[in-house]
């Protein structure tokens, strides 16, 4: 195996593993408001949200293309700046899982590859016109969308339940959480495995594998089902606590809307071949589920945190990937070396996160409690 091929094969395998910190970085986009409600034991809510996402990957491949030849010029890009714009994603996604912030590992990679393509072709390999169109103004727009649907239909949840009996309310509702986080993992799997499937896609054009604006082959959207899958089942139970349990206070009914809302947003998107971020339309729909019922408690600091994760993520992501792009193009030594770091990095983080760790038997636990005066009681 000659060294272009080998360095393919390698692209491949870390295209994957982002594909996996993808899958455990946002099972809480579409399980953390049925763990919190009791809905689904968490054990269960994980294997349902791995399945799934895999049956989600095989439904589109709109949002594949979109990566493959939309936001770059896959003429301009080569294997090594794939590498370092997925060293730029993982490292900050794991970044952020360890705080527990709820931030876009699609805007993680879109972040990494952009500024990886710009360091090793130049600006004019990157399509800025594409990313405001296709990412950014999907970006601003999908949570607060998610945020009015989701603040709506919980309201009409309370007025059309409030006549009925309490407890039954609440089963029936806990009832519909199945079905509803269901969907949005479905949902999760046609938008967020396909960015995966992009990627290997634009990797396997550079490489000369594939022609220009070639679709993805069969067994890469079955081989990115299967790592965003199989990282879903490994459970994100930090990012789930904060979503779960840290925005406000979620019960069946806010819920059973935050889920139904999100996937409607969510598979518009993909049908439109948008690849917008699922976490940050789950976090408005769960925001605006929170300001849909009368007295819900909205903790705003852990808002703002996430948000001002959300403005970090593509600026972030983009420096890593960039300064990985300059050291790996300095031949295999470089891509040795950037590796390594990313490894040892991934491998810290990890260990951090023993100090404090979150599993299924504690992740409905409050984690730190908020400071004063950031909790607003609303009334619709």
């Known amino acids: 195996m000659d060294s272009v091929s080998f360095l393919l094969v390698a692209v491949v395998l870390t295209a994957l593993a982002f594909d996996f910190t993808n899958g455990f970085h946002d099972t809480a986009n579409s399980m953390a408001t049925s763990i919190a409600t009791g809905a689904l034991s968490p054990r269960l809510a994980v294997l349902v949200a791995a399945v799934l996402n895999l049956a989600g990957a095989f439904l589109s491949t709109e949002v594949a293309k979109t990566i493959s030849n939309g936001i770059v010029d896959d003429a301009k890009v080569s294997p090594v700046m794939i590498f370092a714009g997925l060293i730029g994603a993982i490292l900050w996604n794991m970044i952020t899982w360890l705080a527990g912030l709820p931030s876009s590992s699609s805007h993680a990679l879109f972040g990494g590859l952009i500024g990886a393509v710009w360091v090793g072709a130049g600006e004019s390999a990157v399509r800025f016109t594409a990313i405001v169109r296709k990412i950014v103004i999907p970006a601003v727009a999908s949570p607060v969308v ?8 919980t309201y009409l949840a309370y007025v059309i339940t409030h006549r009925a009996a ?7 509702f806990r009832a ?32 000369g594998v594939l022609g220009h604006g070639s679709g993805p082959p069969w067994w890469v959207v079955l081989s990115a089902g299967l790592a965003i899958s199989l990282g879903t089942y490994a459970g994100g139970w930090r990012v789930i606590r904060t979503m779960g349990k840290g925005l406000t206070d979620i019960q069946p009914p806010q819920g059973f809307a935050a889920e139904t809302s999100a996937t409607a947003v969510i598979l518009a998107s993909s049908h439109l071949g948008f690849p917008l971020s699922t976490t940050q339309v789950c976090t408005g729909s769960i925001l605006g589920a929170g300001l849909g019922r009368r007295l819900a408690h909205v903790r705003w600091g852990i808002a703002g945190r996430i948000a001002v994760s959300w403005l970090l993520t593509l600026p972030a992501a983009a420096a ?30 990890y260990v951090l996160s023993r100090r404090r760790p979150v599993n299924p038997d504690n992740v409905n636990e409050p984690g730190a409690p908020e400071p004063a005066g950031r909790t607003l009681d609303t009334t619709v």
């Open 320 to 349: 890593v990937g960039g300064v990985a792009a300059w050291v790996a193009g300095q031949g295999n030594t470089g891509v040795a070396l950037v590796a390594g770091v990313a490894v040892a990095a991934a491998v810290g983080f």
């Open 146 to 153: 998610a945020c009015v649907v989701a603040m709506l239909a």
């Open 166 to 172: 309490a407890p039954a309310a609440r089963k029936g």
């Open 176 to 207: 519909g959480q199945v079905g509803s986080a269901s969907l949005v993992a479905l949902a999760h799997g046609t938008n967020d495995a396909q960015k995966t499937m992009g990627v290997i896609t634009l990797t396997l054009i550079a490489g």
